[in-house]
């Protein structure tokens, strides 16, 4: 950590193999205390965050695609949840998508409408399911 002098501050935080877990995320929790014993007024700022760590060295999608949140470390089948974060992020720029791969039902390397489509079609209309990773 990096006191700028400023008000602010600068983390700088590399996660690789040794932070990950090839089943699913790690999480650190940090928290930081800046205190200005200054007069006249002495203060003190706390705060917790999260970071949230995947393991870099591996694919994402290690089953079947359409954990799309990564709430079952990509081992679950897709439920409604998994809909919804998709269609946020076809549709609304900036959506997160924990997991690029899981996305991805028909392989073509880009998340839109058809990988929707064939999401809503395996849940509410008995399609196929989505397609085994690579």
Same mark, same amino acid.
């Given at each position: 950590m990096v006191d700028s002098g400023n008000g602010a501050g600068v983390l700088t935080f590399v996660p690789n193999r040794v932070q990950g877990s090839p089943c699913g995320p790690v999480f650190y929790y940090l928290r930081f205390r800046a205190t200005d014993p200054i007069p006249p007024h002495?203060? /003190?700022?706390? !705060?917790?965050?999260?970071?949230? /760590?995947?393991? !870099?060295?591996l694919p994402c999608c290690i089953g079947r695609r359409g954990d799309v949140n990564y709430d079952s470390n990509g081992l679950g089948a897709p439920t409604v949840a998994d809909l919804t974060g998709l269609i946020a992020f076809v549709f609304r720029p900036g959506a997160p998508l924990p997991c690029y791969q899981e996305g991805d039902f028909d392989s073509s390397g880009a998340i839109g409408v058809v990988d929707i489509t064939t999401l809503i079609g395996y849940l509410f209309q008995g399609g196929p399911p989505p397609a085994d990773c690579p």
């Open positions: 002495p203060s /003190v700022i706390s !705060s917790v965050r999260t970071i949230r /760590v995947y393991d !870099s060295g």
